[in-house]
Every structure is written in C-alpha cells, then in structure tokens.
C-alpha cells in the first residue's frame, strides 16, 4: 500500500530513510482497511514522518515513544518549528495522526515505566480488579465507581501516597456534602454509591472499619417523586419519518430506533447486539442485559425484523465482525459505539423538531412501558420486556396509567356525582 499511495521516487526514498518508516507502512495498511481517504492516509504519514525526524534529532528510540513522548512533540517543538520539510503546526491534525501511530507501535512501548505510576493509580487499579473479579460488576460500572473514588483520593491525597489510616469519617462527609453543592442529587447519589464501594473493597481488603462505610451519607431518594418523560403518537410518527432510509446510514438508524421503540433496549445492548443474537426461524432475538450479563429471549416484532433484515442485506458494510450494527465511517467495519447510537437518536430527535424535549434514548423505554401498561399488560410483562430484576423498578409507569387510576379515585369532597 505504501507504493500505492506515494508514486514519485524521490518521497518514497525520504520516507524509507525515516526512523519509522516500518510504522509508517504498518499506518497505511491499518488506514486503508478502515476505509480512510487517500489525502489523509498521504497527511497522516507526512505527519509522522516529521515525528520520525524529530525523534531522530534528539536520538530517542522508537521502542521508547509513547504518550508522553507525542505530548512532548506538541507542546514543545510544534510550537517552535522551524522544520524546512513536512512541516505541519496545527497541533489537532498532528495529535490526530500520532494517536493513529500508538495503534502500530510495538505494545511495549505505549506503556509507561512502574517508576511513572502514581501511587493513586495503583490504588485504582487495584479496586478496578476488585470491582471486575469479585463483584462481578460491568465494565461501564467500573468505569465510572473508579473514576469517583479517583477524585476523592486525589482531593484527599493529591500525588502523595495513599494512607488508608488518614481517611476518617469528617473528610468523607465534609467532601460528599461539598459535592452535592456541585451535582444533581442523581449524581450526588452516584458518588456516595461509588465510595461505599471503594470503602468495602478496603474492609475486604482489611485496611478499613465498617465506620468509613457508615460515614458516607446517605442521599435522599424518593421512589416514584417524578414521572418518566414519554413521548405521544404525534411525537413518535414524526421522529419516525426524520430517518432518511434511501442511505445505508439511515438503514440503520432507523433500525437502532425500532430497537428502542418495539423492544426498549439499552444503548448499551444495542450497540452489543450480536447476528447470532437472531433467530430468524423462531422469530426471537437474544437480549444480553449490560450489568447482569443474563440474557432474555423476545419475540422478534415483524417491522424490526423488516428493518434489520433490509439493514443486513443492503446496507451494512463488509466486515468480520459479528456486531449487528457497524459504522459507516472512519473507521469503516468497526462496531458502532453507545456514543455514535446516543448521537443518532439526538439528530433524530433535532430533525423531529424535538431537540427541546428529547436529547437520550431513555425516553423510548419510558414510552414503550406506559403504552404496554395502558394497554392491559401486566407490570410483570413490563419488567420481563425492560428486563428489570425487580418489579419495584416498574411500578412507576402505574402512574401515567390514567385510565386505571381514574377507576380507582376518590369524588372531591364536597362534589356530588
């Protein structure tokens, strides 16, 4: 491929000279397959080609570059080059080409020495092993549980070491109560889960009481103060319609959006939404729940089938991925993210005329439950369809049943009927 993009003799012999001229080929191979333009395949290897000479003028080895080695580049000589050839100031355009480069370089050399780990790293991937291995909890559950416990020992420890003995239950009740100043009680709530976490995985570990556990306070939570935001039928045709599906894009948006609309899926079980996930003889499709990992099996409703099956057939790249749902962009083939399925129901929704009133995707959930229970379908049917656990979780859409609530209220006092 290296050929392929640079013909004239003189550039491929520069380029051969280059400290990272094996990079640079692994680069465009790796490009090419993802379906990259020729003109930022050809601007991303001159780019790293200026990276190759640099390191080559201050006599660093290739197997030494990693992040902070690209971040020295930017910040130090883009600003200041003076480079006759190649040169290339614009620091997003060059960051985005050096962050292509770390998927080529030898794995060893993207990781930093032990020496460079803070000790709060430590600390947090220790926690993150326990979260995973003993919890059993999801990844996205990790991710953010550590990411709280991260802030709380930075405030408390900065680049000190950590010192279980100096957390006691005043700092603990002094930071949440700080905090909840800065966040929604939602957030807030999230934050006191994620440090009683933290703090029982140090009881687990024996190097806390149950006293820090105790300290964390408890945010109060009223179950069923609020009502799901749901949409109306005049929302939902319009929201339907804003899907243009003459493009392999909008296939599959529009396919996303039955998900959501005839089966309340999560972005999250959209996204991992498998082939062999369908069976297409039975008319079923295989849900795998993101946090609990257990799966529940639906009758496949016939316009998703309709959708999907149009989606597969016409629409969807050649891949080797066994994803459902693969982007149509750089890079090409890939598997859909949770961000670019949230993104296309926000276009959705701003193409609607509902960008005021909708922005995630909860709402379809929300929607589906309270049409069902309007319907006659028990709270039951409801939780086994959302794959809720425990029905507490669904007994909220009682409340927008309003023909079930009309049967059972009370006359005004003081109003004959």
Same mark, same amino acid.
Request: aromatic share 10%.
């Given at each position: 491929?290296? #050929?392929?993009?640079?013909?004239?003799?003189?550039?491929?012999?520069? @380029?051969?000279?280059?400290?990272?001229?094996? #990079?640079?080929?692994?680069?465009?191979?790796?490009?090419?397959?993802?379906?990259?333009?020729? #003109?930022?395949?050809?601007?991303?290897?001159?780019?790293?080609?200026?990276?190759?000479?640099?390191?080559?003028?201050?006599?660093?080895?290739?197997?030494? !570059?990693?992040?902070?080695?690209? &971040? $020295?580049?930017?910040?130090?000589?883009?600003?200041?080059?003076?480079? &006759?050839?190649? %040169?290339?100031?614009?620091?997003?355009?060059?960051?985005?080409? =050096?962050?292509?480069?770390?998927?080529?370089?030898?794995?060893?050399?993207?990781?930093?020495?032990?020496?460079?780990?803070?000790?709060?790293?430590?600390?947090?991937?220790?926690?993150? +092993?326990? @979260?995973?291995?003993?919890?059993?909890?999801?990844?996205?559950? !990790?991710?953010?549980? +550590?990411?709280? +416990?991260?802030?709380?020992?930075?405030?408390?420890?900065?680049? %000190?070491?950590?010192?279980?003995?100096?957390? &006691?239950?005043?700092?603990?009740?002094?930071?949440?109560?700080?905090?909840? &100043?800065?966040?929604?009680?939602?957030?807030? /709530?999230?934050?006191?889960?994620?440090?009683?976490?933290?703090?029982?995985?140090?009881?687990?570990?024996?190097?806390? $009481?149950?006293?820090?556990?105790?300290?964390?306070?408890? !945010?109060? $939570?009223?179950?069923?103060?609020?009502?799901?935001?749901?949409?109306?039928?005049?929302?939902?045709?319009?929201?339907?319609?804003?899907?243009?599906?003459?493009?392999?894009?909008?296939?599959?948006?529009?396919?996303?959006?039955?998900?959501?609309?005839?089966?309340? @899926?999560?972005?999250? #079980?959209?996204?991992?939404?498998?082939?062999?996930?369908?069976?297409?003889?039975?008319?079923?499709?295989?849900?795998?729940?993101? /946090?609990?990992?257990?799966?529940?099996?639906?009758? =496949?409703?016939?316009?998703?089938?309709?959708?999907?099956?149009?989606?597969? /057939?016409?629409?969807?790249?050649?891949? $080797?991925? %066994?994803?459902?749902?693969?982007?149509?962009?750089?890079?090409?083939? /890939?598997?859909?993210?949770?961000?670019?399925?949230?993104?296309? @129901?926000?276009? +959705?929704?701003?193409?609607?005329?509902?960008?005021?009133?909708?922005?995630?995707?909860?709402?379809?959930?929300?929607?589906?439950?309270?049409?069902?229970?309007?319907?006659?379908?028990?709270?039951?049917?409801?939780?086994?369809?959302?794959?809720?656990?425990?029905?507490?979780?669904?007994?909220?859409?009682?409340?927008?049943?309003?023909?079930?609530?009309?049967?059972?209220?009370?006359?005004?006092?003081?109003?004959?009927?």
């Amino acid at each position: 491929m290296f #050929e392929y993009y640079f013909t004239r003799p003189r550039v491929r012999v520069r @380029m051969r000279a280059n400290v990272l001229f094996p #990079e640079i080929r692994k680069l465009i191979d790796y490009l090419h397959d993802c379906g990259y333009r020729a #003109e930022t395949i050809q601007s991303y290897a001159q780019k790293i080609e200026h990276f190759g000479n640099w390191l080559k003028t201050h006599r660093i080895q290739v197997r030494f !570059v990693n992040k902070d080695t690209i &971040t $020295s580049f930017l910040n130090e000589h883009l600003p200041n080059c003076h480079c &006759t050839r190649l %040169r290339s100031c614009n620091q997003i355009n060059v960051r985005a080409a =050096l962050n292509r480069l770390l998927y080529v370089l030898p794995s060893g050399s993207q990781k930093p020495k032990d020496l460079s780990v803070k000790p709060i790293d430590k600390e947090i991937q220790k926690f993150k +092993a326990y @979260m995973t291995d003993v919890c059993g909890l999801s990844a996205s559950t !990790v991710h953010y549980r +550590a990411r709280y +416990a991260t802030e709380f020992l930075m405030n408390r420890f900065g680049k %000190r070491q950590v010192k279980h003995q100096d957390i &006691t239950p005043r700092h603990i009740i002094k930071y949440v109560a700080n905090k909840a &100043t800065q966040y929604k009680s939602g957030s807030t /709530k999230v934050l006191a889960c994620s440090l009683r976490c933290y703090f029982r995985f140090l009881q687990f570990n024996g190097t806390c $009481s149950l006293n820090l556990i105790s300290a964390v306070p408890t !945010v109060p $939570s009223w179950k069923l103060a609020t009502l799901p935001k749901t949409m109306d039928q005049e929302q939902l045709s319009r929201f339907i319609a804003s899907f243009n599906r003459k493009t392999p894009s909008g296939q599959r948006d529009y396919a996303i959006a039955l998900c959501f609309l005839d089966l309340g @899926m999560r972005a999250s #079980e959209v996204t991992n939404l498998l082939l062999d996930d369908i069976d297409w003889k039975n008319s079923t499709i295989s849900i795998r729940a993101s /946090k609990t990992f257990s799966y529940r099996i639906l009758p =496949l409703p016939v316009h998703l089938g309709r959708a999907l099956a149009g989606y597969l /057939k016409n629409a969807r790249p050649k891949t $080797s991925s %066994r994803n459902i749902f693969i982007r149509h962009s750089v890079p090409k083939g /890939k598997p859909v993210t949770i961000y670019i399925v949230r993104a296309a @129901m926000r276009y +959705a929704h701003e193409r609607a005329g509902l960008g005021d009133l909708f922005t995630g995707t909860h709402v379809f959930r929300h929607t589906l439950a309270t049409a069902m229970h309007q319907k006659g379908a028990s709270l039951k049917d409801v939780a086994d369809i959302l794959g809720h656990k425990c029905i507490d979780s669904t007994t909220i859409y009682t409340k927008l049943n309003l023909t079930m609530l009309a049967k059972v209220a009370l006359p005004w006092p003081g109003v004959q009927s």
